[in-house]
Each structure stands twice: as C-alpha cells, then as structure tokens.
C-alpha cells in the first residue's frame, strides 16, 4: 500500500468524511484545524507538490480552485472572505507530500503569515 497519507484517504473513502468529490479531487476537513472552518482540496492524482505539475497537469490547478470555491459557498464562508493557502517544500512549511490547498474562514486572519 501507499506511504502516502492523503492517498490513503483516497482510497479508502469510507474512512474519512468528504465534503465534495469529484472525478479530480477531493476535500476534507484537516484533522489540526488553524481556523473555524479549515479544509484541504486534494487531486486524486498523486502530485507530490506545486512544483511537480507540469505544463500538462495545469488544467488541475483551475479544476482544485473550482472545488475550493465550492466547498467555501457550501460550507458558509464565502461571504466574509477566505484565504487560500498552497505550502510548497520544506520552506514552504509544506509537511505532507501530496499537492493540497488549504482553505481557511470563519475568521479574521492576520498578515505577514508566519
Ligand atoms: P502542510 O503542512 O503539508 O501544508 O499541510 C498538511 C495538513 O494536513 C496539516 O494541516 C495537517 O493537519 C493535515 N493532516 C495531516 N494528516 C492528516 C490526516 O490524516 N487527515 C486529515 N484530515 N488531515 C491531515
Ligand atoms: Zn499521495
């Protein structure tokens, strides 16, 4: 089986609850939420990182926002606002090695981030 946590997830659906899914991606809500509202939007694909997407792979990208602003409308933050997070690599912060948005609302965030 995968070393891979996430695609873990994916391949056992019935173990986590997914907020949407589709033929390209799936999102959930992140185990150590940072904010009241606190998902992850994740290709189906396993892709390592942001930098690992080539040129062909980019469609992915629009398609994983698409899902993020679903979720966002469904799960009621859209309005107030959100804020996307991609972390990328060990500077980036990036700890689990399959390509994942963060989306977090539900409260006011602060800048620079940390
Ligand atoms: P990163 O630090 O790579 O940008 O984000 C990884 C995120 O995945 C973290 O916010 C962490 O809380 C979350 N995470 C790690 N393992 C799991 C898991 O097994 N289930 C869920 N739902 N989230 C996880
Ligand atoms: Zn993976």
């Keep these: 089986m995968t070393e891979c946590i996430f695609c ?65 409308s469904l799960t009621g933050i859209c309005e107030e606002g959100y804020r996307y997070v991609l972390n990328t690599g060990k500077n980036g912060g990036q700890t689990v090695n399959h390509l994942h948005f963060h989306v977090l609302g539900g409260r006011q965030m602060g800048w620079p981030p940390g």
């Design 8 to 72: 873990q997830l994916i391949e056992n659906p019935h173990r986590t609850n997914f907020l949407l899914e589709d033929e390209i991606g799936v999102a959930f809500n992140d185990i150590n939420p940072q904010a009241p509202t606190h998902f992850l939007v994740v290709p189906k694909q396993h892709v390592a990182s942001a930098r690992e997407l080539g040129e062909n792979d980019i469609a992915i990208f629009g398609h994983l926002m698409g899902l993020c602003q679903q979720v966002a």
